[in-house]
């Protein structure tokens, strides 16, 4: 991969949730082409305000919408470049996409859980 990999990319690696938090919050948006059930870091990412890009299977389809992202339909070199095009024009409010985030909280969670719960009983 590094080897292919044009000067714009930069691989890391053992990162500090510090330092992972820094590059959410400063990339233009959080790039995802494979499949995941839930995918926690779509919603650390969005939690950061940032955009996510994802292939639309799985657990993406419940985290992200038009407002917090785009969906691509192939796991192709072209429908991502054509996603990354689309998604550099669209104008994303990064506190729109952290309040998506929070239905995924423990706080949320946890209430939500109570909340059926106490319907149950």
Do not use: W
């Not at 995941?36 to 639309?56: M, R």
């Not at 993406?60 to 038009?66: A, H, K, N, R, S």
Request: with cysteine; aromatic share 12%.
């Amino acid at each position: 991969m590094k080897k292919i990999a044009q000067e714009n990319i930069i691989f890391k690696k053992n990162l500090s949730a510090g330092e992972l938090r820094e590059l959410y919050q400063h990339a233009t948006a959080f790039v995802f082409a494979g499949i995941e059930d839930f995918g926690i870091s779509f919603v650390e990412a969005q939690a950061c305000g940032t955009p996510v890009l994802a292939y639309k299977k799985g657990g993406v389809l419940d985290i992200v919408t038009e407002d917090t992202g785009f969906l691509f339909e192939q796991q192709t070199a072209d429908h991502i470049i054509d996603a990354v095009n689309k998604i550099k024009k669209i104008d994303f409010k990064p506190s729109i996409i952290r309040k998506n985030s929070i239905k995924f909280s423990r706080e949320s969670f946890k209430k939500n859980f109570e909340d059926y719960m106490n319907n149950r009983l």
